[in-house]
């Protein structure tokens, strides 16, 4: 089992900036890909940002301002966030998958999640 903490959301201005972290413990040896979704209100989980071994993948919407950064002890993600904009408004997930896979930007293959941090752009 993987356990998941997601903190550093809040309220920041349009055109602000933002990192989110994620904490993860338990058995994180086994976890192979770590991504970040979010969900804003009456809208459904998206997909964010992940990292594996090797690579990331970013969400075209966010490409150019968020990056996903693993931390020194390889237990702890950020995602650090640069030109927020209003419709970046929503909950972000941390997400973790005890493989690698193959479709990273469907929620249905990570296997663990966090309880979310609201992140509010204001205009």
């Known amino acids: 089992q993987v356990q998941l903490v997601e903190s550093g959301g809040g309220l920041v201005q349009a055109g602000g900036s933002l990192t989110v972290s994620c904490a993860a413990s338990?058995?994180?040896?086994?976890?192979?890909?770590m991504g970040w979704f979010r969900q804003a209100p009456g809208k459904g989980r998206e997909f964010v940002a992940c990292?594996?071994?090797?690579?990331?993948y970013y969400e075209d919407s966010v490409k150019d301002r968020f990056t996903v950064l693993p931390g020194a002890d390889k237990n702890t993600m950020y995602l650090q966030m640069n030109s927020l904009k209003p419709e970046d408004t929503a909950v972000y997930y941390c997400?973790?998958?005890?493989?690698?896979?193959?479709?990273?930007?469907?929620?249905?293959?990570?296997?663990?999640w966090g309880q979310g941090t609201q992140v509010t752009v204001s205009s």
């Open positions: 990292i594996t071994w090797s690579s990331t």
């Open positions: 997400a973790a998958s005890s493989r690698s896979v193959g479709d990273y930007w469907a929620p249905n293959e990570y296997d663990y």
């Open positions: 338990g058995r994180t040896s086994s976890s192979q890909t």
